[in-house]
């Protein structure tokens, strides 16, 4: 098992990818802190880890823009484990009112950016030094491709906030590495979820989408989650600060 005898702390982890990585983590000897703003969603999550998986989970409700919530979880885990290993930084949001900067509204800006961005600095600020306690370990966090790229469909906070999890990916990846720490991040492609399935009017509109991507289908969340156990694991105990572009090869595709 790749992930045995460490304890990963995963955000987000209620539905979607989050849920995802809490079973496959689990299932790889992990020791899950499992958190999401949803009560219901974790208890889902955790019955499936109960039922599938082989190390323990421990799901824990609020919310990841808190420094309270965050540093109650860390806590809560190491109090637990006795250690934390793995930082997976997957919660994240894209509300429906984020388009271009001239039409937004300040609110969602905000709260695009303290989901997404802040998220990820608080949970790095309270978990990466119990994982320098722990002897070091792998901090993942998850960007996107649009953080690499320009979209003619704005979405400018969501783009913002995931352009700026890039550059403190590599700030944080050269401050902690003589600890011992690897921070690294995921740019995930489209990923076919229900909200990505609405926004495809027509057959035709999927296949437009899907002819800009040289692999011929839309990502699922085991492609992002495998990509994330290699940055938990051991196996990539020499990669740190890098972009970890998962897309199906969208990204090196101009037509």
Request: net charge negative.
């Amino acid at each position: 098992m790749r992930l045995e005898g460490k304890t990963a702390l995963i955000t987000g982890a209620g539905s979607g990818m989050g849920r995802v990585a809490a079973t496959l983590f689990s299932r790889e000897g992990a020791n899950v802190i499992a958190t999401d703003i949803s009560r219901e969603g974790l208890d889902a999550t955790a019955a499936l880890v109960a039922e599938h998986a082989h190390g323990s989970i421990l799901p824990l409700v609020g919310d990841v823009s808190s420094a309270a919530d965050v540093a109650s979880w860390v806590r809560a885990g190491v109090e637990r484990y006795g250690r934390l290993d793995v930082l997976y930084n997957n919660a994240g949001i894209f509300p429906d009112a984020d388009r271009s900067v001239l039409e937004m509204d300040e609110a969602t800006y905000r709260r695009t950016l303290d989901v997404n961005l802040k998220g990820v600095m608080l949970c790095c600020k309270y978990g990466i030094p119990e994982i320098v306690r722990a002897g070091g370990g792998s901090v993942v966090n998850v960007a996107s491709f649009v953080a690499l790229m320009g979209c003619t469909v704005p979405q400018d906070a969501y783009t913002a906030s995931k352009g700026a999890v890039l550059a403190l990916t590599k700030s944080l990846a050269v401050q902690f590495g003589r600890q011992r720490v690897r921070v690294n991040a995921i740019c995930p492609g489209p990923i076919l979820t229900p909200l990505l399935a609405d926004l495809f009017p027509s057959e035709e509109e999927k296949n437009k989408r899907l002819s800009r991507i040289p692999l011929g289908r839309f990502g699922l969340p085991e492609d992002i989650v495998y990509a994330a156990l290699y940055l938990a694991s051991d196996e990539s105990s020499w990669t740190t600060g890098t972009e970890f572009v998962v897309d199906g090869g969208i990204t090196v595709n101009y037509f």
